[in-house]
């Protein structure tokens, strides 16, 4: 078996601490589904987004990653926003989503509007 490479994003070693090995191979999952968008790596904007939010990283990716599309409600219907993003909303939940450069939407942030 090859040897993985080490980990040299600072911002993924410390979304990956305190974590089991099978927990930190589920978050390495999840984040192929995101898009840094403005910031230097995934692990850094899902650490922020985290944090922003009160939420512990692998219920955050999870919550994410569960999100239902179907009958959400997309803003704008077809195509993208000036940002070239669109958001999903369901309830009091809402994803915000980018199309990489193979036009696969990738999460750039989930969270819930409180009331």
């Known amino acids: 078996m090859p040897e993985e490479e080490p980990i040299t994003d600072s911002f993924l070693i410390e979304l990956l601490e305190g974590y089991t090995s099978t927990e930190a191979a589920e978050i390495q999952r999840y984040m192929k589904q995101w898009d ?8 850094q904007s899902i ?5 922003r939010k009160g939420i512990e990283v692998l219920k955050y990716l999870r919550k994410a990653h ?3 599309k179907k009958g959400a409600i997309r803003v704008p219907k077809t195509g993208y926003r000036g940002d070239s993003s669109a958001v999903y909303r369901k309830g009091n939940e809402y994803l915000i989503v980018r199309p990489d450069q193979y036009g696969t939407e990738k999460i750039i942030t989930y969270g819930v509007n409180d009331d």
């Open 47 to 51: 650490l922020d987004h985290a944090a």
């Open 66 to 68: 569960n999100f239902n």
């Open 36 to 43: 840094a968008a403005t910031y230097t790596s995934v692990a």
